[in-house]
């Protein structure tokens, strides 16, 4: 598994659109300069049930087919761009902003950018190579070649077809939510894996503690497991990190807290400075939030979509009910891995780090609050979030998460009580609520 700092780089990479048309290009252009000088070598050598299937036109033909295809395709590549910013517009605006992330990571865009850029490419190095017969040189058709370039052309004019299925495919809710649902249980099997133990209890802090601040400013993006615990072993000392991923740091406001190892051990002013200088060399921040290690983050994309289909201006509580529907699904899959703290010890068993990690209260409030909120006076809403409490007190066996459960059922019955319905409707849920609030008694106690 990647560190905390790698796995950032790499989710950072992922969400670009320019690395893989970049190399696509620079392979193109390679390419470009090597396949006439191949097609130089063998001129003439080649057999006549290969050479049929070449291009067989002379130095003008060539000339006109390599330049129709530079200008057809470097148009079609404006108008694939265009049509990818109309579609993150949409997304931002109809949807969430958050979303974007996932519309720049899409692979099948980066291909076909990449894709068009390289036939562009291909075709305009090629170009270079193509000479006509004059006094002093003899003409020369690069057969292989014209021939390359006419099928990336053929290939591109498909992949243009394929990307407008893909995106009219992509901009419905339905996938984008699909997309964050699968991103954020791949988070949840990194960050909470299967069998993850109960977690702990935190150490303690011991006289002579000190808070490390923040060097940088932005959200707290990933954890260096590895790198906080040897910062802490080396130094003789536990460090708590206050903040989860996803949190805001501050340059110069206090992030973490160290203590001594033992009490009146004591760390003097150079040991602490370079325990807060590993501490922050662990750390990695970024302006916008990412999947690498924060859970939070795909519940925050779904309760933003939630959020808008509740809005007077969109009025589209189909669309929340789905947006709950995925949202009880994650939170059912936490139940089962004990989110929470983790602490991380040394070689002799002792806990040297404490790590912050959003447990189930914190997840719960975050999905259930807002829909409430704005959409308790929707039955429909309000039927779904019920439904939501109760898959989650059926999938939590032991009872662990109860008391949670059951706070949030006194908050529904509540809203449903402020909310104007008629009398079947509020009687129809009040039931709903009995049989949840059964169901969670029907779980034992821990």
Known sequence: MLNGRAAHWL?????????????????????????????SGIDG????????LLFSGGAEAARAVLQAIAGSLITVTSLTFSLTVV???????????????????????????ALFL????????????????????????????????????????????????????????????????GETRDTIDRVFPKDRPLPGTPPVPLPGGFPITATSSGFLTSLDKDALLAAAVNSRATVRIDREPGSSLV???????????????????????????????????????TSVQDVGFGFRQLVDVAARALSPGINDPTTAVHVLGHLSSLLCRLVERNPGPELLSDDDGR?????????????????????????????????????????VAFCDACGQYRDVVRDHLDRMRTAIAAADY??????RLLELAQACAADVEAAPEM
């Open 118 to 181: 390289a036939a562009f490419a291909f075709a305009l190095t090629v170009l270079r190579s193509v000479r006509g017969e004059t006094s002093g040189n003899t003409a020369f058709v690069p057969e292989i070649s014209v021939t390359v370039a006419f099928a990336l052309a053929i290939a591109s004019v498909v992949g243009l077809v394929l990307f407008l299925a893909h995106l009219t495919r992509e901009i419905r809710v339905e996938t984008m939510m699909r997309r964050v649902d």
């Open 351 to 391: 806990v040297r780090v404490v790590l912050s990690f959003p447990g189930l209260p914190a997840l719960m409030d975050l999905a259930v609050n807002q829909a409430r909120n704005y959409g308790a006076g929707d039955p429909d809403v309000a039927r779904r979030l019920l439904d939501l409490l109760r898959e």
């Open 11 to 39: 989710d950072a990479l992922r969400t670009q659109l320019w690395p893989l048309p970049v190399v696509a290009v620079a392979g193109a252009v390679a390419l470009g300069v090597a396949l006439p000088a191949l097609d």
């Open 422 to 427: 008629s009398a079947p409707e509020r009687r």
């Open 45 to 52: 050598q080649l057999p006549d049930t290969v050479g049929v």
């Open 251 to 289: 340059e110069g406001v206090p992030f973490a807290t160290a203590w001594p190892l033992e009490t009146g051990a004591g760390l003097g002013p150079e040991a602490r400075e370079e325990l807060c200088r590993d501490v922050n060399a662990a750390v990695s921040t970024g302006f916008e939030r």
């Open 87 to 113: 579609t993150l517009q949409l997304a931002s605006s109809q949807f969430s902003p958050r979303l974007l992330r996932t519309f720049t990571a899409d692979r099948f865009v980066h291909g076909t950018l």
